[in-house]
Every structure is written in structure tokens, then in C-alpha cells.
């Protein structure tokens, strides 16, 4: 499976932004697909999930109300639209599928940069 991030550039706080991740290859093996960030000098931390057939979605108690995910099958496309970001948003934008503990997942996108301006 390959995944191909897009969308992230540089916001002013308050605007949105929105995220999009496309899978190709053996996409039928993709179970649930996820965000993860990493801002610079921290770990990198889960942000969203969604589980690919149901649509079912979770999401860390810090993007709550503000991010929502969503996905297209017909695309094979995972959205995060992101609302109201403010400065501690920032961060290198990764898309998954598969996510498994401890932050690992089965598949990686490339990441898209993420500037929020304050």
C-alpha cells in the first residue's frame, strides 16, 4: 500500500486547513486509517482515526470539536479538515494505515508540513 499525503502550508491561527491522503496498491488490506503529527523536538503523537468500512472515527482529546476525518472509498481518500488551528497544530502531518500501539503503523505517507502563524 502507498499513501500520498496533501494539503498543508501555512495558516494563520483561527484558519482551516484540509489534509488529504490517497492509498493505492493492495487497498483492500486497509483496515483503518490514521493521522499522526510530529512537531519539531516531540515525539510523534496520533491525532485521528478512522475505521475504513463503518466510518467510525477517534480522535486525541486536543483536536476534539476542531479536526474532523473523513474518507471517500470511491477515492480511496482519508480527509482531516482542521478548523480553528492554533499554533500547537504545527507540526508534520503524517497519514497511516493499520495503526498498531506505540505509534507504529503497517504503511506511512510521506508527511505534509503544517505552519500555523500566531
Known amino acids: 500500500v502507498q499513501l500520498q499525503a496533501s494539503g498543508g502550508g501555512l495558516v494563520q491561527a483561527g484558519g482551516s486547513l484540509r489534509l488529504s491522503c490517497t492509498a493505492s496498491g493492495r487497498t483492500g488490506t486497509t483496515y483503518v486509517m490514521a493521522w499522526f503529527r510530529q512537531a519539531p523536538g516531540k515525539e510523534r503523537e496520533f491525532v485521528a482515526s478512522?475505521?475504513?468500512?463503518?466510518?467510525?472515527?477517534h480522535y486525541t482529546d486536543s483536536v476534539m470539536g476542531r479536526f474532523t476525518i473523513s474518507r471517500d472509498n470511491a477515492k480511496n481518500t482519508m480527509y482531516l479538515q482542521m478548523n480553528s488551528l492554533k499554533p500547537e497544530d504545527a507540526a508534520v502531518y503524517y497519514c497511516a494505515a493499520n495503526p498498531r500501539a506505540l505509534g507504529r503503523a503497517d504503511y506511512w505517507g510521506q508527511g505534509t508540513q503544517v505552519t500555523v502563524s500566531s
Open positions: 478512522i475505521i475504513w468500512s463503518s466510518g467510525s472515527t
